[in-house]
């Protein structure tokens, strides 16, 4: 494919990210005026449905070691009350949009966060969702056609590694502050395209997980397209993600996840270490809807 292709937002030639395509056949082009990156061919939300039709893909973590599984809750909890101090409290109501596995809403409800709700879009909660602990109120999911009814519902919106999966940044993140009440916050987590394993691996770097993510942000840009999207960020930064089991099955399709997951574990020490020099893996950013 010749490289000939405008940014679906202002219709501005884009310039390539790097050379050569990804092992999917797709291309990234970044936009001279938003510089956003996207994946090229550009589809639209429509054409990417098929590629979520069920909840098989690495996006809602299958096969998970027990232990593993352990220590994701773990840090899932952290990351909650890291947020709810930047808040100044827990958040009286929450919206875990896209919500994946359902990990984070759990984890608010055993933090006893108030009152939880998880969104994604099929048609029924994921399997963790449809059940509750003794004595916990079940998280409430609503399916994502139907959270019109909900301007304005929420104090708190979680957006964890969703924005990248999307057709249109601007849309979805103002969907975001449709939902929030005024003064309300959000968290938006994406990867980092200048991570250290895309410096390095460019179109062979897992965490670009293409053809799935669509639009790749470096940190101003990400900043630049929630206040374009009327979202005031108060605190960002960057977090580490454990990628290496991902790298290895990316090359060595055959090395079953288990024998994965020990391997990324025993390593992550060696991905720190280049996340320190070269740029961590994800991106992070808070941000209030005005009054």
Not at 76 to 83: S, Y
Not at 107 to 129: F, I, N, Q
Not at 220 to 235: H, I, Q, S
Not at 246 to 267: C, H, K, T, Y
């Amino acid at each position: 494919m010749g490289f000939d292709a405008r940014c679906p937002k202002d219709g501005s030639a884009l310039r390539p990210w790097r050379s050569g395509v990804a092992r999917s056949g797709d291309s990234l082009g970044e936009c001279p005026l938003c510089h956003i990156i996207w994946t090229l061919p550009y589809k639209t939300d429509e054409e990417l449905a098929p590629l979520y039709a069920d909840r098989e893909s690495k996006d809602f973590v299958p096969g998970d070691l027990a232990p593993i599984s352990v220590v994701k809750d773990a840090i899932a909890r952290w990351q909650l009350r890291a947020m709810a101090r930047r808040l100044g409290s827990a958040p009286d109501s929450m919206l875990d949009l896209g919500t994946g596995n359902g990990r984070y809403a759990i984890a608010a409800r055993d933090l006893g966060w108030p009152a939880v709700t998880a969104a994604d879009m099929h048609e029924s909660p994921p399997a963790a969702l449809q059940h509750a602990a003794q004595g916990q109120a079940p998280v409430r999911f609503v399916r994502q056609r139907e959270l019109d009814r909900y301007a304005g519902a929420f104090d708190f919106v979680l957006y964890r590694h969703v924005l990248e999966h999307t057709a249109d940044p601007y849309r979805a993140l103002g969907e975001i502050r449709r939902l929030l009440r005024p003064g309300g916050a959000c968290y938006v987590e994406v990867p980092n395209i200048e991570s250290w394993s895309a410096r390095t691996l460019g179109y062979s770097a897992q965490p670009l997980y293409l053809p799935w993510h669509r639009v790749h942000f470096r940190a101003p840009v990400l900043d630049a397209t929630l206040r374009a999207a009327g979202l005031e960020p108060f605190a960002a930064g960057g977090k580490t993600m454990p990628k290496i089991a991902d790298q290895l099955q990316f090359f060595a399709s055959g090395v079953p996840r288990p024998v994965a997951q020990v391997i990324g574990a025993a390593m992550q020490p060696v991905q720190l270490l280049f996340e320190g020099m070269l740029g961590r893996e994800n991106l992070w950013v808070m941000a209030r809807r005005g009054e």
